[in-house]
């Protein structure tokens, strides 16, 4: 079945950095776009970036553009999150997924336990 496996997180004070890791299973990796999201307590899951099949094309939501790198090794099956510069505003809990398409929904129902990013001020 499908695995979606995050890890990375942790506690990290303002202007730190943290590299995420989601390492997946049961389903072809190189044919699904990839992407992060997170949720913060009392807001919806939001998109924060996503990376093309071969990594040849990423977009970033505008409140991680120029900190957040998205990158994915195709023969790990695992997609990361290069987190700079962090804010108290990306405490969240941080999750991998698959995506229908480049710019499409996530694949319902395959959702992983998410790691805690907190960022003290």
């Known amino acids: 079945q499908v695995q979606l496996v995050e890890s990375g997180g942790g506690l990290v004070q303002l202007g730190g950095s943290l590299r995420l890791s989601c390492a997946t299973s049961g389903f072809p990796f190189s044919s699904y776009v990839m992407g992060w999201y997170r949720q913060a307590p009392g807001k919806e899951r939001e998109l924060v970036a996503h990376?093309?099949?071969?990594?040849?094309?990423?977009n970033y939501a505008n409140s991680v553009k120029g900190r957040f790198t998205i990158s994915r090794d195709n023969a790990k099956n695992t997609v990361y999150l290069q987190m700079n510069n962090l804010k108290p505003e990306d405490t969240a809990v941080y999750y991998c997924?698959?995506?229908?398409?480049?710019?499409?929904?996530?694949?319902?129902?395959?959702w992983g336990q998410g790691t805690q990013v907190t960022v003290s001020s």
């Open positions: 990376i093309s099949n071969f990594g040849e094309n990423t």
């Open positions: 997924n698959r995506l229908t398409y480049f710019w499409g929904p996530p694949v319902s129902g395959s």
